[in-house]
Structure formats: structure tokens, C-alpha cells
């Protein structure tokens, strides 16, 4: 009885730490959607950490698992509050973009929850009662019982670990290297193990940039895009010589598309400019951490965004064939237009790389009129107008948007368009807040279709990324009277609005093709005659594949939907879950690839090589 009364004295620390840890990731687990972490691995990652904290004498071992457990619970902590908005985990790459913080600090505030802070209150008030009580018992372990309890843990701790990371790495091959599911990843080793793996790789993919590509990898990545080439049969040069005004908008979400709240129409402008144009309802954003950025790099380039992180903010260094760049080559002007600041996403920098010959930003445009974030739709738009006036013709002009911008709270200047029960929910504000913009792009495509612009313009419109944050997934699913709340019927609404306006309404309809933002530049390449280089999409209206690939190494299409976080096949059609084929496999096998392409070609800066390559 005395040896378990010296044994619980003199490591009341190790414990606790042992104890509370293990509870907070099993805790943090069940928090997540769809997450349960796996215990053993989990287990063992702790047990490296408290061999490490073994090596020093009680005081040391002390604050080392305090430290330890303060760095564990805010991970933990920033996890949750990252995950309910971008549904999936922290990684270094993304506090690097730590600085846009204070520019969306309402849109952070909403996402905060009291009960995500109680993973703090052990640290705060129950460990420095410990840390004081061993201080005052003042025993020392002798090195020899240090040693033995070291070489106890970190062995059995790296056992195990080195058990489960190869189970994982042969159950999901190159998936601890590119990182592409980070959720999946935490699931199956334990947040303590998915954090230090990502660490690594952090630091190893920055050494490897200095790396030069191989010879076969190269020439693998130059055969893989050049098989990505489209056909370009319909509709090929129809827009030659016209100008393209291209409209990204904040938050659009397919949902609202003819859909009504207390008899009126959400989106009533949206839906009469869809009906004069070619619609594409199967359309999907593609976005990662980068959120509004990575829209914009994808339609630019036709390239995926960053695995983690943004590439505006990481690659900002690099050589691209963006389609400003392509259209400055055909004798165009090309303009990006937005009205908050110039710097923020690092905008400044890459419109400079994409080949914008200007950029209208905050400076731009008289700021006055403030809704939400920065200048309204309503102010923004409306200068627009003005400026593509004195535009010379043939030009290219990219807008974004901004009013509906999540979390929706300015809900006194969105209009007194009226949402009934949903009054006050997040819901219910976003659809004041897309109504209020709606009105502004019904506004702004009236204005250029009576002043003649779209006589010889192509319009694209599309949103640039979801609305409402899968925490929030009950509010839409209600208003929706959704029965099923799986995770297809989850996916199927991630869908954005985008449509194509041609002069005279010469292309109009529905069109069922499933697509991405990723797909855009391949049609509008198309479209214009454009040079198709170096690309990974798809030109969407000669698609010989309807697959769109997800950042986390998810794809749908027409048949089936393939959800990465969780390993499993669904029917689209009937919701079913479905066995792995062969078939599934290679296409599985595909997307990897091109993921891991694309991520090559931004590591490495191999858009000039590639370049060089084809003027050989």
C-alpha cells in the first residue's frame, strides 16, 4: 500500500498529464464530424512525450508536461474552431496566413464556443496546484529509475507509432507525405501524432523545393497535363474578340438558386439571368484553406490550391500561365477588381504575376457606403460600371465581391427583405445578406445589358465557396426539409451557382455536366481560342470525364461519390454505400496523381520549365 501511495506521490504529474490528454483527444475527437480517434496510436504518442519528460528531475518533468499539455490543448482548441468553418484541421502552412485574422475577426468571434475552452481549464486551474505540491514534497528520482522509465516509454511509445503509421501508409499510400486528407489523418494517429507529422513535413517540403525535380517525374507531369487537354469541338473561338467579364461571388451557395423563404424568391435576379443563360447545376467549389483566394487561383489557373495553406501567400514567387497573362498575349486589357484592401491575400502581389495590367482595389474606389467587411455591393458595383466604361475593348475583368461575406451580422443594412422563423439564425441572416447582393448583381448585369456591354461580352458568374459552415449543417438541412443527413446529401449541397452569358443569349439552358472552379479557365480557353497550357481541369463543354476532385483527395462525379475523411464509396443515385472496384481504385489512383502533380508544380516553380520544355 505504501509503494502505491510513493508511486501516485511521485508521479501525480505524469498521471494527470496521461489521464486529462487522453481524454481531451478522445473528447476533441467525437467534437468532429464524422472523427473518432483511434486510442492506441493516440496513447502512444503521449507516451513519447512523457518518456521525453522523464529525462528531467520532478520540477523539470513537471513544467515540461505542463508545456506540453498547453501546446496539446490549444491544437486542440484552434482544431475545432478551424474545422467547423473549413472542415478540416490546422496545419502550420495556414498560421503563416495567422495576419488576415484581424480583417475577418467578426467572422473568427462567431466561430468561437465556450465550451471549446474548457479543454483550457485544467491548465489554468488544476496544474499549478500540482506543480506546487510536488515542488513542496521536494523528492528526487535517482538517474537510474529516470533512465529505465525513459527507455520503458519511448519504446513502447515508437512501437506503436511505428505500427500505426505503417498500417496507415499501406492502407493509403503517399498519404503521409502530400498530407492531402489532414482530417483522416488525425483520426487514425491521434491529433499529438497528426500535429508533429505535419510539423515534419512543413519543414521537409521547404527543403525539398531547393531539390530539383527528377528527370522521370518531370517528363511524368508534362504527359499527365498534356492528357488533361480538352477536345474543344463545341462552341470552340465562339467568344473571339469579345470582352469577358468574370463575377465571383462571396459565399453564393447553390441552395438559395430558386428557392423561396415566406413566399419570396431568395436570389429572384440570379434566377432570371440563369434562365437567359447556359447553367451549370452539377457545379462544385474546390476551395481549401485558402477559402475566396483559392477560387481565385483556380479560375486563374486552372491549377489546385496549396495542401495547406494558401498559395497566394506561399507560392507568390512562382512563374504562372494565368489567364490574364494568356489574354494580355491576344491583345487584351486585363483588370482585377475589388474594393477591400490591396494586400490582403497577398492580392497586390500575385494579380502582378497572374498579368494584370491593373488592379482597382480599396484605393480604387470612393469608400462610402460600409457593409460587413468593407465597401457594400451595392458602391462597389456600381463604380464598376464606370470603370468598365472607360475600359478599352477587348478586355478581360475580374470581380469580387464581398458583402456576403460570412458571418452575415449586418443584418440592418441587407434590406428588409423578410426570412420569417429563420429571423436571427445564421441562416436566416445569410439569405438577407445574399438577397441584398442579388439585388446588386441583378443592378449591375441590367445596367450592362441597357448600356450594350454584353452585346459583345461573355459574362461567367460563379460562387466562390460555401455559406453555411458544417456546424451549422442542422439549420440547413431544416430549411431544406431534408430527411437524409448523410454525408452525400452533405456533399450534394457544397454545389455553387455558376453560369456562362453569351451576346444575344445565343447559348442558353441547363447543362448537367458536373464541374469545378478548376474548369473554368480550360472553357473559357475554349470559348476565346485561348493557348490550353499547363492546366488540370477540364473545359466544360467537352468534358471526357465529369470527375471533380476535392482538395482532401474526395471526388464525385455522375455515379459515385467517394468521401476520403472516412474511406467510403457512396451511390450518388441511391445514397448507398458501395464496395471498391478496381475501376474505383484507378480513379482514386488518378486523382491522387493529379493532386500530387499539382502540388509539384507549385513546390518546385516548374511552370517556366514547362514552358521552356514545349518551345524546345
Avoid at 465550451?115 to 488544476?126: A, E
Avoid at 461571388?249 to 419570396?264: H, M, R, T, Y
Avoid at 497573362?325 to 484592401?341: E, I, M, Q, S
Avoid at 434590406?415 to 436571427?424: A, L, R, S, T
Amino acid at each position: 500500500m505504501d509503494k502505491i501511495k510513493s508511486f501516485f506521490t511521485n508521479f501525480i504529474d505524469v498521471i494527470f498529464f496521461v489521464t486529462v490528454v487522453m481524454f481531451k483527444i478522445l473528447v476533441y475527437g467525437k467534437h468532429m464530424s464524422s472523427f473518432k480517434s483511434s486510442f492506441i496510436p493516440a496513447l502512444a504518442s503521449v507516451f513519447v512525450l512523457v518518456s521525453i519528460a522523464c529525462i528531467f528531475k520532478t520540477r523539470g518533468r513537471a513544467r515540461f508536461l505542463y508545456i506540453c499539455n498547453c501546446i496539446i490543448s490549444i491544437f486542440i482548441v484552434s482544431d475545432l474552431i478551424y474545422y467547423k468553418y473549413f472542415k478540416d484541421i490546422i496545419s502550420v502552412s495556414v498560421l503563416i496566413s495567422g495576419f488576415q485574422l484581424n480583417a475577418v475577426k467578426s467572422s473568427v468571434a462567431n466561430l468561437l464556443d465556450f465550451k471549446d475552452f474548457l479543454y483550457l481549464f485544467d491548465i489554468v486551474f488544476i496544474i499549478p496546484f500540482i506543480n506546487r505540491y510536488l515542488t513542496s514534497q521536494n523528492r528526487k528520482l535517482s538517474t537510474k529509475v529516470r533512465v529505465s522509465m525513459f527507455l520503458v516509454f519511448i519504446l513502447v511509445g515508437i512501437f506503436i507509432d511505428f505500427k500505426s503509421f505503417y498500417a496507415l501508409s499501406k492502407e493509403q499510400p503517399r498519404l503521409l507525405t502530400t498530407m492531402y486528407n489532414k482530417v483522416y489523418i488525425a483520426k487514425k494517429l491521434g491529433t499529438v501524432n497528426y500535429h508533429c507529422l505535419d510539423i515534419y513535413n512543413c519543414v521537409f517540403a521547404n527543403i525539398n523545393r531547393l531539390t530539383p525535380v527528377s528527370k522521370d517525374k518531370f517528363q511524368a507531369i508534362e504527359y499527365f497535363i498534356d492528357k488533361s487537354k480538352s477536345s474543344h469541338e463545341n462552341l470552340n473561338g465562339i467568344g473571339q474578340g469579345k470582352n469577358l467579364i468574370m463575377i465571383q461571388v462571396e459565399a453564393l451557395q447553390g441552395f438559395v438558386i430558386n428557392s423561396s423563404v415566406n413566399g419570396k424568391e431568395i436570389t429572384p435576379n440570379l434566377n432570371r439571368w440563369i434562365s437567359r443563360s447556359e447553367y451549370f447545376d452539377n457545379f462544385y467549389y474546390q476551395v481549401a484553406a485558402g477559402g475566396t483566394s483559392d477560387a481565385e487561383f483556380m479560375t486563374n489557373n486552372s491549377l489546385y490550391p496549396a495542401s495547406a495553406g494558401a498559395a497566394y501567400l506561399l507560392y507568390s514567387g512562382n512563374e504562372y500561365n494565368a489567364m490574364p497573362k494568356n489574354f494580355k498575349d491576344k491583345g487584351y486589357y486585363t483588370a482585377a477588381l475589388h474594393g477591400f484592401r490591396e494586400s490582403f491575400w497577398n492580392r497586390n502581389v500575385m494579380y502582378k504575376k497572374f498579368g494584370f495590367d491593373t488592379f482597382y482595389g480599396e484605393k480604387s474606389y470612393k469608400q462610402n457606403e460600409s457593409i460587413g467587411l468593407g465597401l457594400s455591393d451595392k458602391s462597389f458595383l456600381t463604380q464598376s460600371l464606370e470603370k468598365l466604361k472607360n475600359m478599352k475593348s477587348p478586355y478581360y475583368a475580374f470581380l469580387i465581391t464581398l458583402t456576403s461575406h460570412f458571418p452575415y451580422d449586418d443584418v440592418n443594412k441587407y434590406g428588409d427583405f423578410d426570412v420569417g422563423d429563420y429571423k436571427g439564425s445564421l441562416i436566416g441572416n445569410y439569405m438577407k445578406a445574399i438577397h441584398y447582393t442579388d439585388e446588386q448583381l441583378g443592378m449591375f448585369l441590367d445596367e450592362l445589358d441597357k448600356n450594350g456591354t454584353l452585346k459583345n461580352s461573355i459574362v461567367v458568374l460563379y460562387g466562390d465557396h460555401y455559406a453555411i459552415p458544417k456546424d451549422k449543417q442542422d439549420q440547413l438541412f431544416n430549411f431544406l426539409k431534408t430527411s437524409s443527413k448523410s454525408d452525400l446529401e452533405w456533399e450534394k449541397l457544397q454545389k455553387v451557382p455558376m453560369f456562362i452569358h453569351f451576346p444575344d443569349e445565343s447559348v442558353k439552358g441547363v447543362n448537367h455536366v458536373y464541374g469545378g472552379q478548376m474548369d473554368i479557365y480550360p472553357t473559357v480557353c475554349n470559348l476565346f481560342k485561348l493557348k490550353e497550357e499547363d492546366m488540370l481541369g477540364k473545359d466544360l463543354f467537352n468534358p471526357e470525364s465529369e470527375r471533380v476532385t476535392f482538395r482532401n483527395g474526395s471526388f464525385i462525379d455522375k455515379d459515385c461519390y467517394y468521401s476520403s475523411q472516412d474511406d467510403i464509396y457512396y451511390d450518388v443515385n441511391t445514397g448507398n454505400k458501395i464496395s471498391k472496384s478496381d475501376k474505383l481504385e484507378k480513379e482514386e489512383d488518378y486523382i491522387l496523381n493529379q493532386l500530387g502533380y499539382s502540388d509539384y508544380i507549385l513546390r518546385h516553380n516548374l511552370i517556366k520549365k514547362l514552358n521552356l520544355d514545349k518551345n524546345k
